[in-house]
């Protein structure tokens, strides 16, 4: 009897060590994730320090939360046709941009921006408010044909992959470089003043986001559309100063705080595709943010009080919040004892 | 009794040993190796482009390589071409190149951001917040007062790039980190990654280089390449005696 019960307890000894083993180092069941696209997926341009761009682009932020593997092949400065290029090549080297991509759960694009901003917004603003739509709608065609033959590529290297893309946001405010000196006379001469440029901004980016809502009516089964542009506009029309503190220094790319909000609205998206675990994302993200208060404004923020507002966040949004409100206006110690 | 613990010994044994076999088997780092020598790869000028730009004639080809070494670490040495200066002079006018480009405004709104304490009035701090953010050291620039306060002006363009500017022989930087080696599936087959410095564990680096051969008749040549797509930097090098 005392030998059985012996076995017994070894055997289940064994079973729940092996079991341990196993799920301390299964990876079957993590997705991988792969960030397609320009500049604000990139992100080199936003983070700030750049050293803590693994922490503040949204494509880690994302990939850190929800426990994905995460590889990002965005090209700063692409626009759709240059992106339609890199996903038809064949792998180069390691750098295996075509593998990754057939091998992906999810496929994550930030593009068309360029298409339009790298050009003379102003001038584009000034013709679509004259209501002389050919010059930005011919950009807006190409536009729409590429975009077509990306997703078409890309179902053609992996059909089963979600693809997910999001509209750009409005980096238009008074003060913005996108709007140069010519631009503004004009406008001032049409009695147009600096506080209506975000409005007027929106003839030209809503434009463009109307291609990918377009493509998106088309293929409704093909992407999801995550829009972004509603996520930074709700902010703004709430609290203008915090609308602008999403845009970086450079008044294209998205701050720290635009990178948080990119990747909470894709979480909220990718928890209602079943795509991400709210619990365990929030859990992660908390610890994300935590480490960074302790490891670059430790001198500078009540790091307890901040962490134990955050420990009670319900959301990744309130987190973000939480975070940001407190280092407002503070600045990071990223070099030990070389910029305080 | 003696059976007993045979069991139970047995029994733990094999516990300890599938543990052990099991642990091992989804250690991150097992597919990760290193060069077994020291090795060094210099630039092929001809072939290493930027913007489609060959880079022979703003190299030194002796002094800017890239060396693996058997230790995990690796440097990077990236050293201008001795003549470079009269090059620049022969083919471009600094001032004219300049005349359309607002550095200051340009400088405050970028590396303030990316090197916060950054600022054109203090390029001693900014070039030593520069270098330990992104681990390299600078050669060839001093930053003596004199100079850094002249270089400040010339940025701010209160005064003109002189004319008898002169580019430090030894300009140039060199960056010492970590790599791993992994081997990579890819569409045409199994590829040796090289991937520099310190990276979330679920993800790769920013910089991948690709260790690959060439053959050149009976002999088998080592090459390293990588490819830089925002700055359209396409780097292809040849296995060389380290000197």
């Not at chain 2, 390029?123 to 001093?142: E, F, Q």
């Given at each position: 009897m005392k030998k059985k019960a012996i076995c017994l307890l070894l055997c289940?000894?064994?079973?729940?060590?092996?079991?341990?083993?196993?799920?301390?180092?299964?990876?079957?069941?993590?997705?991988?994730?792969?960030y397609l696209g320009d500049s604000i997926a990139e992100a080199l341009l936003g983070p700030s320090p750049i050293v803590e761009r693994d922490r503040y682009g949204y494509f880690a932020v994302l990939g850190k939360d929800n426990d994905y593997y995460f590889y990002n092949r965005s090209v700063s400065g692409h626009q759709t046709a240059q992106?339609?290029?890199?996903?038809?090549?064949?792998?180069?080297?390691?750098?295996?941009?075509?593998?990754?991509?057939?091998?992906?759960?999810?496929?994550?694009?930030?593009?068309?921006?360029n298409d339009l901003l790298q050009r003379n917004v102003g001038e584009m603003v000034i013709d679509l408010m004259n209501e002389d739509t050919e010059y930005v709608d011919n950009i807006l065609d190409t536009s729409y044909s590429n975009i077509c033959k990306i997703i078409a590529k890309l179902k053609e290297l992996n059909p089963t992959a979600t693809i997910i893309m999001q509209t750009v946001y409005n980096p238009i405010y008074a003060d913005s470089t996108l709007f140069n000196k010519s631009t503004r006379e004009y406008l001032t001469q049409e009695g147009i003043g600096s506080d209506q440029y975000r409005e007027i901004g929106k003839l030209l980016i809503n434009r463009m986001n109307d291609v990918l809502k377009k493509y998106k009516e088309n293929y409704p089964n093909d992407i999801d559309l995550i829009d972004i542009n509603k996520a930074f506009d709700d902010i703004s029309v709430a609290d203008a100063t915090r609308g602008e503190n999403l845009i970086y220094s450079d008044w294209v790319h998205p701050s720290n705080e635009g990178h948080a909000v990119i990747a909470d609205t894709t979480q909220t998206r990718l928890e209602e595709l079943g795509l991400a675990?709210?619990?365990?994302?929030?859990?992660?993200?908390?610890?994300?943010?935590?480490?960074?208060?302790?490891?670059?404004?430790?001198?500078s923020v009540d790091i307890k009080a901040v962490k134990k507002q955050i420990k009670k966040a319900d959301s990744c949004s309130e987190v973000t919040n939480i975070y940001f409100r407190a280092i407002d206006g503070k600045t990071p110690v990223y070099i030990e004892g070389e910029n305080k | 009794m003696k059976n007993k613990n045979k069991i139970i010994s047995l029994i733990l044994v094999l516990v300890c040993v599938l543990s052990v076999c099991l642990l091992s088997s989804c250690e991150k780092d097992s597919s990760k190796y290193y060069v077994e020598e020291d090795s060094r790869y210099s630039f092929d000028l001809l072939k290493s482009t930027v913007m489609?730009?060959?880079?022979?004639?703003?190299?030194?080809?002796?002094?800017?390589?890239?060396?693996?070494?058997?230790?995990?670490?690796?440097?990077?040495?990236?050293?201008?071409?001795?003549?470079?200066?009269?090059?620049?002079?022969?083919?471009?006018?600094?001032?004219?190149?300049?005349?359309?480009?607002?550095?200051?405004?340009?400088?405050?709104?970028?590396?303030?951001?990316?090197?916060?304490?950054?600022?054109?009035?203090?390029?001693?701090?900014?070039?030593?917040?520069?270098?330990?953010s992104l681990d390299i050291t600078l050669t060839g620039l001093g930053f003596a007062n004199e100079q850094t306060e002249e270089l400040s002006k010339i940025l701010k363009k209160e005064i003109p790039f002189p004319d008898d500017y002169k580019i430090p022989d030894d300009l140039g930087f060199k960056y010492n980190g970590t790599y791993y080696i992994e081997d990579v599936q890819t569409d045409s087959g199994i590829?040796?990654?090289?991937?520099?410095?310190?990276?979330?564990?679920?993800?790769?680096?920013?910089?991948?280089?690709?260790?690959?051969?060439?053959?050149?008749?009976?002999?088998?040549?080592?090459?390293?390449?990588?490819?830089?797509?925002?700055?359209?930097?396409?780097?292809?090098m040849t296995k060389t005696e380290i000197k």
């Amino acid at each position: 009897m005392k030998k059985k019960a012996i076995c017994l307890l070894l055997c289940l000894i064994l079973a729940v060590s092996s079991t341990l083993v196993f799920s301390g180092c299964s990876n079957s069941e993590k997705l991988q994730i792969v960030y397609l696209g320009d500049s604000i997926a990139e992100a080199l341009l936003g983070p700030s320090p750049i050293v803590e761009r693994d922490r503040y682009g949204y494509f880690a932020v994302l990939g850190k939360d929800n426990d994905y593997y995460f590889y990002n092949r965005s090209v700063s400065g692409h626009q759709t046709a240059q992106l339609l290029e890199v996903i038809s090549r064949d792998d180069q080297g390691a750098q295996r941009t075509a593998t990754l991509i057939k091998t992906a759960d999810i496929l994550h694009i930030s593009i068309i921006g360029n298409d339009l901003l790298q050009r003379n917004v102003g001038e584009m603003v000034i013709d679509l408010m004259n209501e002389d739509t050919e010059y930005v709608d011919n950009i807006l065609d190409t536009s729409y044909s590429n975009i077509c033959k990306i997703i078409a590529k890309l179902k053609e290297l992996n059909p089963t992959a979600t693809i997910i893309m999001q509209t750009v946001y409005n980096p238009i405010y008074a003060d913005s470089t996108l709007f140069n000196k010519s631009t503004r006379e004009y406008l001032t001469q049409e009695g147009i003043g600096s506080d209506q440029y975000r409005e007027i901004g929106k003839l030209l980016i809503n434009r463009m986001n109307d291609v990918l809502k377009k493509y998106k009516e088309n293929y409704p089964n093909d992407i999801d559309l995550i829009d972004i542009n509603k996520a930074f506009d709700d902010i703004s029309v709430a609290d203008a100063t915090r609308g602008e503190n999403l845009i970086y220094s450079d008044w294209v790319h998205p701050s720290n705080e635009g990178h948080a909000v990119i990747a909470d609205t894709t979480q909220t998206r990718l928890e209602e595709l079943g795509l991400a675990d709210h619990k365990k994302a929030l859990k992660n993200y908390k610890t994300l943010r935590s480490e960074q208060l302790e490891d670059l404004f430790s001198d500078s923020v009540d790091i307890k009080a901040v962490k134990k507002q955050i420990k009670k966040a319900d959301s990744c949004s309130e987190v973000t919040n939480i975070y940001f409100r407190a280092i407002d206006g503070k600045t990071p110690v990223y070099i030990e004892g070389e910029n305080k | 009794m003696k059976n007993k613990n045979k069991i139970i010994s047995l029994i733990l044994v094999l516990v300890c040993v599938l543990s052990v076999c099991l642990l091992s088997s989804c250690e991150k780092d097992s597919s990760k190796y290193y060069v077994e020598e020291d090795s060094r790869y210099s630039f092929d000028l001809l072939k290493s482009t930027v913007m489609d730009v060959p880079f022979v004639f703003a190299l030194n080809s002796t002094e800017s390589f890239v060396q693996l070494n058997s230790d995990k670490t690796i440097q990077i040495s990236v050293m201008a071409n001795n003549g470079i200066t009269a090059k620049i002079k022969d083919f471009i006018d600094i001032n004219a190149a300049l005349d359309g480009i607002n550095i200051e405004r340009d400088f405050n709104a970028y590396a303030p951001e990316l090197i916060p304490g950054a600022s054109l009035d203090d390029l001693d701090t900014t070039a030593k917040l520069l270098c330990s953010s992104l681990d390299i050291t600078l050669t060839g620039l001093g930053f003596a007062n004199e100079q850094t306060e002249e270089l400040s002006k010339i940025l701010k363009k209160e005064i003109p790039f002189p004319d008898d500017y002169k580019i430090p022989d030894d300009l140039g930087f060199k960056y010492n980190g970590t790599y791993y080696i992994e081997d990579v599936q890819t569409d045409s087959g199994i590829v040796k990654g090289v991937y520099i410095g310190d990276h979330d564990s679920d993800s790769d680096s920013f910089l991948i280089m690709t260790l690959y051969e060439e053959k050149k008749g009976e002999n088998t040549i080592q090459k390293l390449m990588f490819r830089v797509e925002f700055l359209q930097l396409y780097v292809r090098m040849t296995k060389t005696e380290i000197k």
